[in-house]
């Protein structure tokens, strides 16, 4: 039963009916009810979420996080009060929600997005944590509160966060973890069943505990504490004090060299190159072919949500253009006028590029230029996560290093520098200056790349800490 908007406290309700033989209603209910909370901005048809009033709130962060994803137990369906309080994706709030559900019960427990970053994304909320957050959980026992990430081997949402819950405790007897999780199924199974519920989490090798957070809350409990008890000890992070790990190492510089290219995943151009159209954080386009597969992976694997966020006409566009014997021209030819990229397309484009499962496809779409970064970060025998930074930018805008002098003997920094001129080596005359801003940018920490200034530092938290890999 949904009721209007009503102010708290006690009210009364009363339900009559009438049939075809009665000319007088039926009184079925005449009751009272009491308003706990209200919600925000109510929405026709989501499902509530149940009330939060029982909740044992002791004002301990990681305490209060649970308990308040225990009172959500059995919430069943979408759209729902949590997909409503995150906000709309591709117009609708109907989308899967087990991060929005974890952001959910932080912000009802008091709990930042400082300390838990808010996300309908379990990518974005993973490495939206600060550095040393995330913990290897091959040698590290999570404890009540903490956040646990799943990779649950879809091939139609790779990725190495795609499933999101809390962490109720860590039974040593099973080797099991006790979760609360939003958008799971009550049943063994280990598949998405838009519920809210508890579960026993152990990897396996279609569903792998990818990472724990253990947040910085404000009252954090220690590593070494469970909250069920347990004879055996808790380990310690494996990311030693000084390091850093290299997921945390990788997202930071994926997000550098985002930056740089332009305006991160929401990125579109139109021919300005002979391209035809160049899309993404790096840049795909129509004129290499490194476009189309993006494309066909997002409106092959999320048709629904690719109508949605392109609209059903430039949906149905990108579907022709994937046929199209001359794809190069059909761009040109549909969505350009006078040369100029459409300014509807445009929008349509760069809202598809909004969508996570976009992101992520675009993600999925870099794993040769990560492999490359890698290459050149292990041949020049590097350790830092500038160095690491440095490289992907390199891959990326140069693929790589040319003519590199010998580096033995030479320290870091001056190792970075020798990789500089590499890629300066390895490119014409004529870009040779972004390439150095954007490479020394890094090197320094600071600089000024396309007309912005960078504090690498203090905008991504970029440090010459060492990689533990």
């Not at 591709?90 to 989308?95: A, F």
């Not at 993973?126 to 091939?155: C, E, H, Q, R, W």
């Not at 499933?163 to 609360?180: L, P």
């Not at 253990?214 to 380990?235: D, E, G």
Request: hydrophobic letters at 35%; one cysteine or more.
């Amino acid at each position: 039963i949904v009721f209007g908007k009503a102010s708290l406290g006690e009210h009364y309700y009363r339900i009559t009916a009438t049939d075809a033989k009665q000319t007088t209603p039926k009184q079925l209910v005449n009751a009272k009810y009491k308003v706990i909370e209200q919600a925000s901005a109510p929405v026709d048809g989501v499902v509530p979420a149940n009330p939060i009033s029982g909740a044992n709130l002791t004002g301990n962060m990681a305490n209060d996080i649970v308990e308040i994803a225990r009172t959500q137990i059995g919430v069943y369906g979408r759209p729902n009060d949590y997909t409503v309080w995150m906000g709309k994706i591709g117009n609708t709030y109907s989308y899967a929600w087990c991060a929005t559900f974890v952001s959910w019960c932080a912000n009802k427990a008091g709990i930042g997005t400082d300390i838990i970053p808010k996300s309908a994304s379990c990518y974005y909320m993973a490495t939206g944590f600060p550095s040393g957050v995330l913990k290897d959980p091959s040698s590290y026992t999570p404890v009540k509160g903490d956040i646990i990430f799943f990779d649950n081997k879809d091939p139609d949402a790779p990725g190495q966060y795609n499933h999101v819950g809390i962490v109720d405790y860590y039974d040593s007897s099973t080797g099991k973890v006790h979760t609360i999780e939003g958008n799971t199924s009550s049943a063994a199974s280990q598949t998405n069943g838009n519920t809210v519920a508890e579960k026993d989490r152990k990897s396996s090798s279609t569903f792998v505990i990818s990472a724990y957070a253990h947040p910085n809350y404000k009252n954090n409990p220690k590593p070494s504490s469970s909250s069920k008890p347990s004879s055996s000890s808790q380990a310690s992070s494996t990311v030693p004090a000084g390091t850093v790990s290299y997921d945390d190492a990788l997202a930071k510089a994926f997000a550098i060299t985002a930056a740089f290219e332009g305006r991160g995943y929401v990125n579109v151009a139109g021919n300005f190159d002979g391209a035809g159209l160049s899309v993404g954080m790096y840049q795909w386009n129509i004129g290499s072919g490194s476009l189309q597969p993006l494309l066909s992976d997002y409106v092959t694997g999320y048709p629904t949500e690719a109508e949605t966020a392109l609209g059903s006409d430039y949906y149905e566009g990108i579907l022709d253009l994937l046929e199209s014997d001359n794809q190069l021209q059909w761009v040109i030819d549909n969505m350009h006028e006078n040369g100029v990229l459409k300014s509807d397309w445009k929008a349509a484009l760069e809202n598809m590029c909004r969508q996570p499962n976009f992101q992520q496809i675009q993600r999925n779409h870099t794993t040769s230029y990560v492999n490359q970064a890698k290459s050149l970060f292990k041949k020049y025998g590097l350790t830092t996560e500038r160095s690491l930074a440095l490289c992907f930018d390199i891959s990326i805008q140069n693929w790589t290093a040319k003519n590199v002098v010998d580096t033995s003997g030479m320290t870091e920094s001056q190792k970075q520098l020798a990789l500089v001129q590499g890629a300066l080596n390895n490119t014409s005359s004529k870009y040779q200056d972004d390439v150095r801003s954007r490479k020394m940018t890094i090197v320094n920490g600071t600089g000024t790349v396309h007309g912005i200034t960078y504090n690498l530092q203090d905008k991504y938290g970029l440090t010459d800490a060492v990689i533990s890999w």
